[in-house]
């Protein structure tokens, strides 16, 4: 019998044998993350506990159990010193408005008013309204406590003559008649010496150029126009509602002479003085003062004419 040939077995098919990884301590630090799975979890599945923890609860305030998160407050109600800052601003522009336009109605009212007595005596004038609010006045169109007084230069043709005026109750109510109604109205006129002396000596022919001076007498209500020729004394008096310089007594040249020589040019003057008046005007009171001639005009219940009746109230 033939004993086959013996052969090696055939050498380990496969990688080289490795040599053991080295000991030590294992790895620190977490594990690789990886992307998280997608989909449900498979049934039967249940969250490892770290994953089941609730997340933190504010804390209980003092006083009361903890309260919702609430959104941030906004605009005026979150800032309460930015409201009360618009309220302001907003209450000053409106005080700002008011008084801006008291101020100009009031100079407008004055001007308007101003104009017309500067127009009537023919001398400049101011006018003033009482503390009421004027706005108020002219809203309701219903006027108090109206001054006005002029420069003390001249009453028409008076030299130095001044004028102070106190008018009430004006209703502004523009018709085809008048402009309104006045309920009152006072005027204080002051008549100066040296003014009557100015005023003389342009209206009395030949002897008022040479009247040098005029000398009140309260105690006799009379005045003394005086010069190097003579002198004349005059009587000032209401007459008729209007102012009337009456003349009492003439000398000139160591004689008397007629009072008709000087009382023509004193009623000339007086008539141009006191004629037209508006609004029934009239003089109620005059007296002779230190100073010179004190007389009281007055009207009560008076219509005020509109600018077609009397160019100087134009304007009303």
């Known amino acids: 019998m033939t004993i086959p040939p013996q052969f090696p077995p055939p050498p380990p098919q496969g990688p080289p044998p ?18 998280p799975p997608q989909g449900p979890p498979p049934h039967g599945y249940h969250a490892p506990p770290t994953a089941q923890i609730p997340p933190p609860q504010p804390a209980a305030t003092a006083g009361g159990p903890p309260q919702p998160d609430e959104a941030p407050r906004r605009g005026l109600r979150a800032d309460p010193v930015s409201a009360l800052l618009v309220v302001v601003i907003v209450v000053a522009v409106g005080i700002a408005a ?5 101020i100009y109605a009031r100079h407008r009212a004055d001007t308007i008013v101003a104009k017309a007595v500067s127009c009537v005596v023919e001398d400049g004038a101011t006018a003033s309204f009482g503390p009421r609010p004027f ?13 006005v007084e002029t420069a003390g230069n001249r009453i028409r043709e008076a030299k130095g003559m001044k004028l102070k005026l106190l008018l009430d109750d004006v209703r502004i109510n523009p018709t085809a008649e008048s402009a ?18 100015d005023t003389v000596q342009g209206i009395i022919p030949v002897l008022g150029n ?10 006799t209500g009379t005045l003394e126009l005086e010069g190097p020729l003579g002198t004349v004394t005059i009587l000032p008096q209401v007459a008729d509602g209007g102012l009337s310089l009456q003349v009492v007594k003439v000398t000139g040249l160591g004689f008397t002479l007629p009072r008709e020589t000087v009382q023509p040019a004193l009623d000339a003057f007086t008539s141009t003085l006191t004629a037209n008046l508006p609004m029934g005007i009239h003089a109620d009171s ?5 100073t010179g001639v004190s007389a009281k005009f007055i009207t009560r219940d008076a219509t005020i004419p509109n600018g077609a009746q009397d160019p100087c109230f134009a304007g009303i």
Do not use: C, N
């Open 18 to 35: 490795q040599d053991p990884p080295p000991q030590g301590p294992p790895p620190q630090g977490p594990p690789p993350q990886g992307p």
């Open 98 to 102: 008011l008084l801006g336009g008291e």
């Open 135 to 147: 706005l108020l006045q002219h809203f309701t169109h219903s006027y108090r406590d109206m001054s």
């Open 180 to 197: 309104g109604t006045l309920g009152s109205l006072d005027a204080d006129v002051t008549w100066s010496a040296q003014g009557i002396k």
């Open 210 to 219: 040479l009247v040098s001076g005029v000398t009140p007498d309260p105690s």
């Open 286 to 290: 005059v007296s002779v003062t230190d």
